[in-house]
Each structure stands twice: as C-alpha cells, then as structure tokens.
C-alpha cells in the first residue's frame, strides 16, 4: 500500500552512551567506503571515510571499522549526543568506475 | 565555495507536466551524481557522470527520466511527462574524484500530483 515503505532499522541510546551503527556491503570490488549524517530537511553529511587497505579509521568522537572478509562495516560514535540524532547512511565506492551506491540507513534516536 | 546547488527547493506539478530539476556542482569536481529519496526505496542512484559523460544511467526508472550535463557547472534532470509515483526528494552530489568524499545538495521536493 502507499503507506508502506523501508522499516529502517533504528538504534535507541541514552545521551552520554556509545552507539554502534553496523552495514553490510554488497560489491566485493568496492574500495572505498564513506559514512553519512542526514538530518531532517537536509541532503546527507560527510562524516568519515576509510580505504579499503586500512581496518580502521578514527575523527573527532567517531570510528569507522571495515571488514573485509565479511564485508562489513562499522561506525562507532562515542559519547552519544542529542545533536547526533539522524539517519546514518554507509556507502561504498570503486576506484575503477567512481559509482558511489548507499545503503538503507539506520536511525539513530538519543533519549537526553 | 557554495556548495553544490540545486533548484528548486520544492517543486508541486499536475501529473503529466514536465519537471526539470537543476544543479550546479562545487567547481572543481569531475563527477556528478543524481539520487532519488523515497520512504519505498531509500537513496537510489539514478545517473553520474564524469567529465560531463554520462557513465551510468541504469538506475533511471524509464525514458520518461532524462538528464544531461552540458558543461562542467550544470547538469539537469528531466522528468516527462511526470506521474504520483515520481514524487520524492532528488538530490544531486559531486565529487573532484574516485574515493573523495561526495558533497550534496539540499535536495528538491517534488510532489507530482
């Protein structure tokens, strides 16, 4: 029906916790892999990158994890704030054709 | 910089009118991307391009779908005739290259009703 659409899965933390947000990629070619902050009204955010010759990567409170053998990848956000309440996108990216595809996204949802 | 820019913020059109969307990527960048924002379908590539050429379409839904990039400052996306079913949030990014962060746009809201 109209009203049915993509059950994004959600991550409910309290303010001053860490949240784990985890994607699955699909393309075993892909090299380069790019987490994303999209806040309501707005197009998504940059928040942190990792190539595909580095396991981790770490910003300002935020660490991005990759795995390749299972295709897996993490982002880590320390001390949650109610400020970091969006939809998080993971993407990933080839070298050899540019294309950058996204995954569904996860909700995050901080309780103050 | 700007930013990359697109227009309009919001476009509501009768079902059957034609729709072009704008955007102007930061200057500089070589890739362009347009994606489409559904409850349905999440964020879904529709086109990029590089260099102007267009390298992959096999994400717009139909012909109804068109989009170019005449020069390295400007790309439309074209919707003829529109229907219901297109209404979402387009967006448009670019990029200076392979395995460089993608920045967007605000998006435009079309309500095709």
């Not at chain 1, 902050?37 to 707005?42: A, D, L, R, T, V």
Request: proline share 5%; hydrophobic share 35%; aromatic share 10%.
């Amino acid at each position: 029906g109209e009203n049915v659409g993509l059950h994004l899965p959600t991550l409910s933390v309290q303010e001053g916790d860490n949240s784990i947000i985890n994607c699955a990629y699909s393309n075993s070619a892909s090299d380069y892999f790019i987490w994303y902050k999209q806040e309501s009204g707005k197009g998504p955010q940059f928040i942190i990158d990792i190539r595909s010759n580095m396991d981790k990567r770490q910003g300002q409170r935020v660490t991005v994890l990759l795995n390749k053998t299972v295709k897996h990848l993490s982002l880590q956000i320390a001390a949650t704030q109610p400020g970091d309440s969006a939809v998080y996108f993971c993407a990933e990216s080839s070298s050899n054709t540019g294309k950058l595809i996204f995954g569904q996204g996860t909700t995050l949802q901080v309780k103050p | 910089d700007a930013g990359v820019i697109q227009s309009p913020r919001h476009e509501v059109t009768e079902m059957g009118q034609e729709v072009t969307l704008r955007c102007k990527p930061i200057s500089g960048h070589d890739y362009l991307f347009w994606y489409r924002q559904t409850m349905m379908r999440g964020l879904e590539l529709l086109i990029y391009f590089n260099n102007n050429v267009p390298i992959d379409d096999s994400g717009m839904p139909e012909d109804r779908f068109s989009a170019k990039m005449p020069n390295a400052s400007f790309s439309t996306l074209k919707i003829q005739p529109s229907e219901p079913r297109d209404s979402a949030v387009y967006f448009c990014a670019s990029t200076s290259g392979v395995r460089t962060e993608a920045f967007f746009g605000q998006g435009t809201r079309l309500t095709v009703v």
